[in-house]
């Protein structure tokens, strides 16, 4: 295993109140993703990052936001929880972002239930 | 629009059989294509990469094939087993794309039956 972890691994929080995800990797990969999980939908992108304090959006970034002080961490912040952002979170990791090799090493995910 | 399909969502196969699952892709040019196998509850654990410029690639019991005049990448699993069985996601990465995003499709479930 790639060593990321990911916290905490199920919440239930209430419309309106904010959500802090955890993602902890412990390879020293420079390059790390947040993606979320539906039903019908598969993997999206949400937020990514290249570096400590370099990051971007994704394809469905309405409604987060990332900060990455250290290169071990990387949260994903939901500024005001709605019922749409009920999902499963995966954190991933990547030893590069040229096109040569990017396989991604997964965490086991969170499972947010917003009310 | 862009789109990633993967053939039925749900393939159920006898073990010892060839299981081939299929992914067809629009309005991306891949650099190359990644697979991955999730299982219930887990991340997904990457299996197989494929570049634009190769035809085949095999992995023991796995083996993907490329086809960019097609728009699609086959997966087989040759002697399946029971322990095969698990939700299959092709990736692909978009050729001129930075910092290796990864672009997935919705995955096909497999059961593979004794």
């Known amino acids: 295993d790639a060593g990321i972890t990911q916290s905490p691994r199920h919440k239930v929080t209430e419309t309106g109140t904010p959500v802090t995800l955890r993602c902890h990797q412990t390879e020293n990969h420079r390059y790390m993703y947040w993606y979320r999980q539906d039903p019908g939908h598969g993997l999206r992108l949400i937020h990514y990052s290249y570096g400590v304090k370099d990051t971007d959006k994704g394809e469905v970034s309405d409604g987060y936001s990332v900060s990455r002080s250290k290169t071990e961490d990387f949260l994903l912040t939901l500024e005001s929880a709605t019922s749409s952002q009920t999902s499963v979170y995966f954190c991933?990791?990547?030893?590069?972002?040229?096109?040569?090799?990017?396989?991604?090493?997964f965490g086991p995910g969170t499972r947010l239930t917003v009310l | 629009s862009q789109k990633i399909e993967q053939n039925s969502e749900a393939l159920n196969i006898q073990e010892g059989k060839t299981a081939t699952l299929t992914c067809n892709y629009t309005n991306y040019s891949p650099a190359y294509l990644q697979w991955y196998r999730q299982d219930p509850g887990r991340g997904p654990v990457f299996l197989l990469l494929i570049r634009e410029n190769e035809k085949e690639k095999r992995k023991e019991r796995l083996k993907v094939t490329f086809d960019t005049t097609l728009k699609q990448s086959l997966f087989h699993i040759t002697a399946s087993q029971p322990a095969d069985s698990a939700t299959y996601l092709c990736a692909l990465v978009n050729r001129g794309s930075t910092l290796g995003r990864l672009y997935f499709g919705r995955g096909t479930q497999l059961t593979v039956w004794p």
């Open positions: 991933a990791t990547g030893t590069s972002g040229t096109l040569h090799y990017n396989e991604q090493f």
